[in-house]
């Protein structure tokens, strides 16, 4: 064998290699959303009729670690808080404070998550919301399907999963480079 001959298949193999660990590494990385709060209205007081507004819209959605959520307001703030302190509509020392018209807020771990408006008088009407986030999941197999909240559906820009089947097509494909 010669030295082109050798150069050729060990390029080739670590080509291979090369796209292999980059799709392992696209497979392993866990998909999370971005979700904004109120959808087009944003975070405000809602109206009298409607002061469940904010828990209507977070059971509508499936939040998992590493999602976000978006707060756009004015003149407000958004408080994270413990559950205690959500029923009382106030906090002395919140786990979380931002009055900036566009928090952002990442979720670090399952569980429920209080937030509350920080000011006084717009909790009590209302303006409060209770997020369940679950651990992250595999998908289920094709054709099983469950009765769970949309999987992002409400998500601005949710990102990519790749699938199994893309995988097999790249290493096939790479295969057929190496022969």
Not at 29 to 45: I, P, T
Not at 142 to 155: E, K, L, M, R, V
Request: net charge negative.
């Amino acid at each position: 064998m010669d030295s082109t001959m050798k150069i050729t298949i060990n390029a080739s193999f670590v080509l291979f290699l090369t796209l292999l660990v980059f799709l392992l590494q696209l497979l392993l990385v866990q998909s999370s959303a971005d979700f904004e709060v109120g959808d087009d209205k944003g975070w405000v007081v809602p109206d009298s009729k409607n002061d469940d507004k904010y828990n209507q819209w977070a059971s509508k959605n499936r939040f998992q670690i590493n999602d976000t959520i978006r707060f756009k307001y004015k003149k407000d703030s958004v408080l994270v808080v413990t559950d205690s302190e959500y029923e009382k509509c106030r906090s002395a020392h919140p786990i979380f404070f931002s009055n900036n018209g566009d928090t952002i807020y990442k979720f670090e771990r399952s569980g429920l998550f209080y937030f509350i408006s920080g000011v006084a008088g717009h909790c009590e009407r209302g303006q409060k919301m209770i997020i369940k986030v679950l651990e992250n999941e595999t998908p289920p197999p094709s054709g099983n399907t469950t009765d769970t909240p949309s999987d992002h559906s409400g998500a601005v820009n949710p990102m990519i999963q790749i699938s199994s089947s893309y995988f097999f097509v790249v290493i096939v494909i790479s295969i057929f480079l190496l022969a």
